[in-house]
């Protein structure tokens, strides 16, 4: 699997949209882009992936640059819910495809 | 997507005795992942269980600490043996979800070895 980077931390504000970054520069072709959360003290949740097209789904949208080096996923309307650690990943979308690599990850802090 | 039953939620226990975490699928699976998650760290993957073979250990990671077992499709075991303070962890598994929809985890096992 490719290798991600991903800021260390970002704060935003309650009510505005929260633009989580992630590089891979060496995505392969047929490696997809997955975004998940982890709240304190839970196990990760799926948020949305991705392979070359935009997605939005009822939870986030995912925007991938036409390289596909990099993309951002994007909370809307940031809540105090959703203060988690965001971690990108990417790898093929097979089911069968096996494990899955996870990087450190971004710590968002949605302040009030 | 599938749902996945961890437990124990968690447990303390003594150095130099082992702990078994079980994961039941509500699905069959063909593989499971187990990982482990030390405090203020990121998961990082301790194996790979599949049905009816041997799992598959990352680096770093033994079967001789870490036994696997996966008698079925929807149901494996992850015991932690000999424990220290340095087994103390967060403990999770892992599936992948139906139609692409990347992975499901069950809720951890928060460990804690005194």
């Known amino acids: 699997d490719a290798k991600t980077t991903q800021p260390t931390s970002m704060d935003c504000a309650e009510g505005r949209a929260a633009n989580l970054p992630c590089n891979h520069s060496?995505?392969?072709?047929?490696?997809?882009v997955y975004w998940y959360r982890q709240i304190h003290s839970q196990g990760p949740q799926y948020i949305i992936h991705?392979?070359?097209n935009n997605e939005t789904n009822e939870m986030a949208s995912l925007i991938i640059t036409e390289d596909r080096k990099s993309s951002t996923l994007i909370l809307p309307h940031a809540t105090l819910r959703d203060t988690a650690v965001y971690y990108c990943?990417?790898?093929?979308?097979?089911?069968?495809?096996?494990?899955?690599?996870f990087g450190d990850g971004t710590t968002l802090t949605v302040k009030p | 997507s599938a749902v996945i039953s961890q437990k124990p939620s968690r447990d303390i226990c003594q150095r130099g005795t082992s702990l078994t975490i079980q994961c039941q699928v509500d699905?069959?699976?063909?593989?499971m992942f187990w990982y482990r998650q030390q405090p203020g760290q990121s998961l990082t993957l301790i194996a790979t269980?599949?049905?009816?073979?041997?799992?598959?250990?990352e680096s770093g990671f033994v079967i001789d600490k870490f036994p696997i077992s996966r008698p079925n499709l929807t149901f494996s075991t992850l015991t932690v043996s000999n424990m220290s303070p340095e087994d103390s962890s967060i403990y999770l598994c892992?599936?992948?979800?139906?139609?692409?929809?990347?992975?499901?985890f069950g809720s951890g096992t928060r460990l804690t070895v005194v």
């Open positions: 892992s599936v992948h979800g139906t139609g692409g929809y990347g992975y499901t």
């Open positions: 060496t995505i392969s072709g047929n490696e997809y």
């Open positions: 991705g392979l070359k």
């Open positions: 990943i990417v790898r093929v979308s097979n089911t069968n495809a096996g494990k899955s690599t």
């Open positions: 699905s069959q699976v063909t593989m």
């Open positions: 269980a599949n049905q009816g073979s041997e799992a598959t250990y």
